[in-house]
Nanobody, 123 residues
Framework: QVQLVESGGGLVQAGDSLRLSCAASGRTFSSYTMGWFRQGPGKERRFVAA???????YYTDSVKGRFTISRDNAKNTVYLQMNSLKPADTGVYYCAAAQWGGRRVNPSEYAYWGQGTQVTVSS
């Protein structure tokens, strides 16, 4: 069983930066693919970024060049650095863990989820 706890959300203005953190329990954290998803008001949960095999990363097109996902396996923590934020980035951001490694973009591929943290970007 893996438990995930996100932090770092908040209310910012367009162009600002935020860093989200996700602390994970479990001894096999380093082998998991870790992902970030977001859910805007009235929208479905969508993939944002994922990391696996230490430093491999993949991003949805709308955040490429602005967001960076990273992980610290010694701290069992994954981060999402978000720069040049836009109002369209507003939503609840969820951290998720997938047991099987590799690039995972579909929410159904992730077995474990955090409770979410709200990010609001004002124009």
């Amino acid at each position: 069983q893996v438990q995930l706890v996100e932090s770092g959300g908040g209310l910012v203005q367009a162009g600002d930066s935020l860093r989200l953190s996700c602390a994970a329990s479990g001894r096999t954290f380093s082998s998991y693919t870790m992902g970030w998803f977001r859910q805007g008001p009235g929208k479905e949960r969508r993939f944002v970024a994922a990391t696996w095999s230490g430093s491999m990363a993949y991003y949805t097109d709308s955040v490429k060049g602005r967001f960076t996902i990273s992980r610290d396996n010694a701290k069992n923590t994954v981060y999402l650095q978000m720069n040049s934020l836009k109002p369209a980035d507003t939503g609840v951001y969820y951290c998720a863990a997938a047991q099987w490694g590799g690039r995972r973009v579909n929410p159904s591929e992730y077995a474990y989820w955090g409770q979410g943290t709200q990010v609001t970007v004002s124009s």
